[in-house]
């Protein structure tokens, strides 16, 4: 969608001069990828008006000053806006409060990715310093239970399930009061979907909801399902009734525009949306941040949530290390450290793809070779001495006697004895420390008063 919209625009560039005929063009070529990306038809034709007279009526009042470079930054800005406004309900999702029992429950039918996006969820709560769980009360699908103790196992998420129990409104109950008790603070309901909506379906829903009394009911609509989303998510919200979406599977050949619709349909916000099968592929939704990508603008507030993340699980130490940054002043157990952050936070070329401008190319290779690199690494450093950790690198340089200042080769029983340790060869154990260099080297100049991190956070 973004290629075809951003296709259009370039198209706008090279016409000579931009009148009714060449908006016209671009709208109906903006309205063709929309329709083609599933989005709802008289969604489509109200946006195309309404972008036709804003643009209109900021000409006619001389807005364009006669250029048409600025009538071209109208013409954007109009179809940005009018498509922020798509996704944009106006309407504030709930937020789970810390010290507060948040009860969440996920509803949407079978396939549609409930089960993982619990998962997903009770993470990237977890992960924000709130204690997560899971209560799996789909009693209808054999196995369900097995599929959420196996992904909260893997996630270290504390579940709560049953084997033996029919009832899905006990199991909830039980599960809710057993964790509300515990003081767990996101209380995470998972149900169950059936292939079509039915009348059994929704009841279950009503007395579950009844039951543990959910603070936020979750659509899970599956993106690959398209226009039908619409007619689904408003049969959910006359029985379930949701206050937010989260659209699955937004990773594969799906159209987005199906959920787009449903969000339009529904006047409920979007969330998050689901990327992929694993435990991070879950983006933090906003609209005018994947508006924005969506037209290949990058997503810097998607880049800033992730780091937030990782930093957000240990302010203190994050702050002690902005500090060391800024000083230029990097240990290689800092910089380690820093690595298995960067791991946790997930595919590293969805990290590189965040970040407007950077080419894909700066991560090298296939996510899994980039995390076997960097695990090696891990285990180079492991194998270093207390002492070797702590340091710049130094204890692996020889200086000179008189001048401690000129390095005058490698301290190769050092490096030998670490290249041993962890099964690598010393050209490896090299390379590492090089990297670590050209690191702490580089945090000198992103740390700093003018450094790279302090103009993105001015940028927000
Ligand atoms: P449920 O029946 O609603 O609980 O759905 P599940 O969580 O069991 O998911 C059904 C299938 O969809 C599983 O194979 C998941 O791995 C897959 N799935 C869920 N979310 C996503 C996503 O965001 N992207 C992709 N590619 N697959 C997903
Ligand atoms: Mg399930």
């Known amino acids: 969608l973004g290629r075809r919209i951003n296709g259009a625009f370039a198209q706008l560039s090279r016409v000579p001069v931009i009148d009714d005929k060449a908006l016209d063009a671009l709208l109906k070529e903006v309205a063709s990828a929309l329709l083609e990306s599933d ?7 109200n946006l195309r008006s309404k972008v036709k007279a804003k643009v209109k009526a900021a000409i006619e009042s001389g807005a364009d000053k006669g250029k048409d470079i600025n009538r071209k930054n109208i013409i954007q800005k109009a179809i940005f806006d ?5 996704v944009d309900p106006g309407v504030e999702p709930y937020k789970p409060k810390k010290n507060h029992p948040n009860v969440i429950m996920a509803v949407g039918l079978q396939g549609n990715g409930k089960t993982t996006t619990c998962t997903k969820l009770a993470v990237y709560w977890q992960k924000r310093g709130l204690k997560s769980c899971i209560v799996c009360a789909d009693t209808f699908r054999a196995g369900a239970f097995d599929q959420t103790r196996q992904s909260a196992t893997k996630a270290k998420i504390p579940y709560f399930g049953s084997y033996t129990e029919t009832d899905p409104v006990s199991i909830a109950a039980q599960g809710v009061m057993k964790f509300k008790k515990e003081k767990f ?3 995470i309901v998972d149900t169950s979907g059936r292939h079509k909506q039915e009348s059994e379906l929704f009841q279950e829903m009503v007395q579950i909801g009844e039951a ?5 009911t979750v659509l899970v609509l599956d993106a690959s399902i398209g226009q039908a989303a619409e007619a689904q998510a408003k049969a959910f919200k006359e029985s379930a009734d949701f206050g937010a ?6 990773d594969g050949h799906a159209k987005g525009g199906g959920a787009i619709s449903a969000v339009a349909a529904t006047k ?6 689901g990327v992929g099968e694993h435990l991070y592929d879950l983006d933090k939704f906003s609209p005018e941040p994947f508006i924005s990508k969506l037209l290949g603008m990058g997503d810097i507030q998607g880049f800033m949530d992730h780091m937030q993340s990782i930093t957000l699980a240990n302010p203190e130490k994050q702050k002690e290390m902005q500090k060391k940054l800024g000083e230029g002043k990097l240990s290689i157990r800092d910089w380690k450290e820093q690595i298995s ?4 936070m997930g595919p590293l070329s969805k990290i590189a793809s965040m970040i407007p401008g950077l080419p894909q190319g700066m991560v090298e290779g296939s996510d899994e070779e980039t995390s076997s690199r960097m695990k090696r690494m891990m285990i180079i450093c492991d194998s270093m001495t207390e002492t070797e950790l702590d340091s710049d690198g130094s204890p692996f340089i020889v200086y000179d006697a008189k001048d401690k200042n000129k390095p005058v080769g490698v301290n190769m029983k050092a490096l030998l004895r670490v290249a041993k340790g962890s099964g690598c060869h010393v050209r490896e154990v090299e390379e590492v420390l090089c990297q670590y260099r050209m690191m702490s080297n580089m945090a000198k100049t992103v740390g700093g008063k003018n450094g790279f991190m302090q103009n993105l956070q001015k940028m927000q």
Do not use: Q
């Open 212 to 216: 543990v009394k959910p603070d936020m």
């Open 268 to 273: 409920t916000p979007i969330i998050f949306l």
């Open 245 to 250: 979406i989260i659209v699955t599977k937004m």
């Open 39 to 45: 989005v709802n038809v008289k969604l489509v034709a």
């Open 341 to 344: 952050n960067v791991m946790s």
């Open 185 to 187: 603070e996101v209380i």
């Open 82 to 86: 009018e498509l922020v406004l798509l």
